[in-house]
C-alpha cells in the first residue's frame, strides 16, 4: 500500500506565522490555489480512498484536489500547542528558542500542549486501522506534524531530521508486503520547491 500524505494547503495562520495547532484557521487565497494546483497531479496518480483532518483547512484543501470518497477524523488533527495556540513563531523563539526547538525535535511540549509520543500514537492508530482494508494509493490528507510523525514511526526520520513540508505539497512512502516501509517522495510541489515552510 502507498500512503499519499498531502498537507493543506497556505492558512490564514501560515502566512502570519501563528502556530495553529487545532485551532480551526481557514485557507488563505494563495493556500486556495495551491490545492487547485495540486489537484491534476492527485487525479493522475489516482487513489483508492481518503482520510482527513477535520479541520476546515484540510477539509477545504482535501475537497479542492478532489479526495473522495473522503473520512474526516478528529484523530488526525494537527499536535495540540497548548498555550502557544495562535502566537508568532518569532515571539515564542524570541522568548526561548531551547523550547521551541524542542518542541520541534519532538522532546518537548508547550505548556498545556500535546506530547510528541501521544501525538505519534494517535496519527498512526488512524493508519494501522486503514492498514487492515489494504489498497494500492491510501490519501491522507493533514497536517505538517501529521505528516512527521508518519515519518517517524514508519521511516524512522527523527522529527528534528525532517524540514516543515511545504503547504499544499505531496509526500509518499510505501507500507506493507513484508518489506522495509520506503519513502519514495517528499515535498513534492506541481509548481516550485519551497525549503521555508511554516510550522
Keep these: 500500500m502507498r500512503l499519499l500524505l498531502v498537507r493543506h494547503g497556505q ?3 501560515n ?3 501563528r502556530l495553529q495547532g487545532q485551532a480551526d484557521i481557514g485557507l488563505s487565497d494563495l493556500g486556495k490555489r495551491q490545492a487547485d494546483a495540486l489537484r491534476p497531479v492527485i487525479e493522475k496518480i489516482g487513489h483508492c480512498r481518503a482520510v ?10 482535501a475537497h479542492r484536489i478532489g479526495a473522495e470518497p473522503m473520512r474526516f477524523t478528529e484523530a488526525l488533527r494537527e499536535i495540540d500547542v497548548g498555550d502557544w495556540t495562535g502566537r508568532a513563531i518569532e515571539d515564542i523563539r524570541g522568548e526561548n528558542e531551547d523550547a521551541y526547538q524542542g518542541w520541534r525535535a519532538g522532546t518537548s511540549a508547550p505548556p498545556g500542549g ?3 509520543a501521544s501525538f505519534v500514537e494517535r496519527v498512526t492508530d488512524v493508519i494501522e486501522t486503514e492498514k487492515r482494508n489494504a489498497c494500492e494509493n491510501l490519501l491522507i490528507v493533514c497536517h505538517g506534524g501529521v505528516i512527521r510523525a508518519i515519518l517517524q514511526r ?3 526520520l527523527d522529527p528534528a531530521q525532517i524540514i516543515p513540508v511545504a503547504p499544499a505539497s505531496l509526500s509518499a512512502f510505501r507500507l506493507g508486503n513484508g518489506k522495509q516501509p520506503r519513502l519514495e517522495l517528499f ?8 525549503f521555508g515552510a511554516p510550522d
Design 15 to 17: 502566512a502570519a506565522r
Design 114 to 116: 500535546e506530547t510528541w
Design 52 to 61: 482527513s483532518s477535520d479541520l476546515a483547512r484540510v477539509r477545504d484543501t
Design 154 to 156: 514508519y521511516i524512522g
Design 11 to 13: 492558512s490564514q495562520w
Design 187 to 194: 515535498n513534492y510541489l506541481p509548481d516550485s520547491p519551497d
